[in-house]
């Protein structure tokens, strides 16, 4: 069956421009969640939804993030004024329920900002 | 604050080795532990999970890992390695808390001929 997709898979922007990267989780999962990659911060949790509840936003580095998830299945992470530190791979889960499930990761997009 | 340590940055093993790779955590109520794997430019794979059944939790590939409470300690191995191993591996843990999984810095597992 199909998995978590993710796109772009790759993404150069330029320093100050805003990004939106877009996450389609599996079908029927309530749970969605956010993570980046970086060499230097290895993986970090951004963001989660679950069902129709208020998002737990707590990982968000900055204003310049946010993210919001249509009729309870795509998802878009927004970045405003991106900065070179912003530049990671930006990862995307879906569960079928809580936190007793297994999250099912996309492959990522990679963000270069120059 | 709840944490997870690999001790290893990177581990590098002989074809039809022991792999052991390393994975402790902190935790103030039961936790829920996974293993995922990453092979380049992938997105992580599950490949074996704890949620307190039974504390030797047998995953995909050959992979278990055993949950010592007394040691806080879930690490995972594999009797013989195989060439295909070669990937970076991740410990993670859900401490009940909406779901989100906080994860070790990750061991990069390399397999020698």
């Known amino acids: 069956g199909a998995g978590v997709s993710q796109s772009p898979s790759n993404k150069v922007t330029e320093k100050g421009k805003d990004v939106e990267l877009r996450c389609d989780p599996i079908?029927?999962?309530?749970?969605l969640y956010w993570y980046r990659q970086s060499l230097g911060q290895g993986l970090e949790f951004l963001i989660y939804?679950?069902?129709?509840?208020?998002?737990?936003k707590s990982g968000l580095p900055s204003d310049r993030f946010s993210a919001e998830r249509t009729g309870g299945s795509v998802s878009t992470l927004t970045i405003q004024r991106t900065q070179q530190e912003d530049s990671a791979v930006y990862l995307c889960?879906?569960?079928?329920?809580?936190?007793?499930?297994?999250?099912?990761f996309g492959p990522g997009t990679r963000l270069t900002v120059t | 604050a709840q944490s997870v340590t690999q001790l290893g940055s990177h581990v590098s093993v002989s074809e039809g080795a022991l792999v052991l790779l390393r994975c402790n955590y902190s935790?103030?109520?039961?936790?829920?532990l996974f293993w995922y794997v990453q092979y380049p430019n992938q997105g992580l794979q599950l490949l074996l999970k704890?949620?307190?059944?039974?504390?030797l939790v047998k995953g995909i590939n050959g992979f278990e890992a055993e949950f010592k409470k007394s040691e806080t300690s879930f690490h995972l191995t594999k009797p013989s390695a195989h060439m295909s191993d070669a990937a970076e591996y991740f410990c993670?843990?859900?401490?009940?808390?909406?779901?989100?999984?906080?994860f070790g810095q990750g061991t990069e597992l390399s397999v020698k001929p």
């Open positions: 939804f679950q069902g129709n509840s208020a998002p737990d």
């Open positions: 935790s103030s109520v039961p936790p829920y």
């Open positions: 704890y949620t307190s059944a039974a504390t």
């Open positions: 889960a879906s569960s079928l329920a809580g936190f007793r499930d297994e999250q099912y």
């Open positions: 079908s029927g999962h309530t749970a």
């Open positions: 993670a843990v859900n401490m009940n808390q909406g779901g989100k999984l906080i």
